[in-house]
């Protein structure tokens, strides 16, 4: 069996008095693609949000490369080889595709940078295309691809993708799922957070669906998107 990169056991994420998250747990091991699915407000976003030191947790445990990580900085997550992909993209608008695939190298001291970029041009050609343009003029999924490679820019061991498809067009996301499955076949471990459950599910080899704070089931993927549970609830069946 591959060796487990990420393990959760027992998040719980709270803002306030309200608890959002309530003992999650789930593994990603070496070379997967998973998904974690499940309908909006789900907790799927922030889960990520507490892996990766955005959203404080207050209980459970959180352990990448078999190291306890709770409590660490988005910072030294990158560095380690931990990098997310936000919902919204979050791309330096006032940069351009260059300088923002740049930005994601920062953590980075050695030289390979400027070919790392060419292989980024390789996997999204549109970025080639238009390298000197501000990111703020892309349309919306011009901008995912950019935010994706910016995240492999860092070079991740594992790379989180927070709703890579969310508000973009059919063709579009067509595009991304495309990507998404490319960049795993070529060696990254992915958690795929999704609200389109069969896309998520048809690239993954396990998923899990959380509803309400909580992990409902999981298993193989195929099975969860054969199994009528699923299909009624996230497949509109």
């Given at each position: 069996?591959?060796?487990?990169l990420?393990?959760v ?5 709270a803002?306030?008095g ?18 974690l699915?499940?309908?909006n407000g ?14 404080a947790?207050v ?16 910072w030294?997550l990158v ?6 992909v936000?919902?919204g993209r979050?791309t330096?608008?006032?940069m351009?595709?260059t ?10 001291g050695d030289r390979?940078v400027?070919?790392?970029i060419?292989?980024?041009?390789a ?5 080639k ?10 349309s ?6 950019l935010a ?8 991740p ?7 890579p498809s969310?508000?973009?067009s ?8 495309e ?15 999704e609200?389109?459950?069969s896309?998520?599910l048809?690239?993954?080899?396990r998923?899990y669906?959380m509803d ?26």
């Amino acid at each position: 069996m591959a060796n487990t990169l990420l393990k959760v056991s027992g998040l719980k994420v709270a803002y306030g008095g309200i608890q959002a998250v309530k003992g999650v747990s789930f593994e990603v091991r070496e070379g997967e693609l998973v998904s974690l699915i499940g309908a909006n407000g789900a907790g799927k976003t922030t889960t990520l949000k507490a892996i990766t030191g955005t959203q404080a947790a207050v209980g459970g445990d959180i352990e990448y490369l078999g190291r306890p990580i709770k409590g660490q900085g988005p910072w030294d997550l990158v560095k380690q080889g931990l990098v997310m992909v936000p919902e919204g993209r979050g791309t330096f608008t006032r940069m351009t595709i260059t300088e923002n695939l740049q930005m994601g190298a920062f953590v980075r001291g050695d030289r390979e940078v400027d070919a790392d970029i060419d292989k980024v041009f390789a996997i999204f050609p549109r970025l080639k295309e238009r390298r000197h343009q501000l990111a703020g003029t892309m349309s919306g999924g011009e901008q995912q691809m950019l935010a994706m490679g910016r995240a492999l820019m860092a070079r991740p061991k594992v790379l989180l993708l927070d709703e890579p498809s969310m508000g973009l067009s059919p063709i579009m996301v067509d595009k991304i799922f495309e990507v998404v499955d490319d960049i795993h076949k070529r060696g990254t471990t992915v958690l795929l957070v999704e609200q389109n459950a069969s896309r998520a599910l048809q690239l993954a080899s396990r998923g899990y669906v959380m509803d309400s704070g909580e992990v409902t089931m999981s298993g193989d993927a195929k099975a969860l998107l054969s199994d009528p549970k699923v299909r009624a609830a996230y497949l509109g069946e």
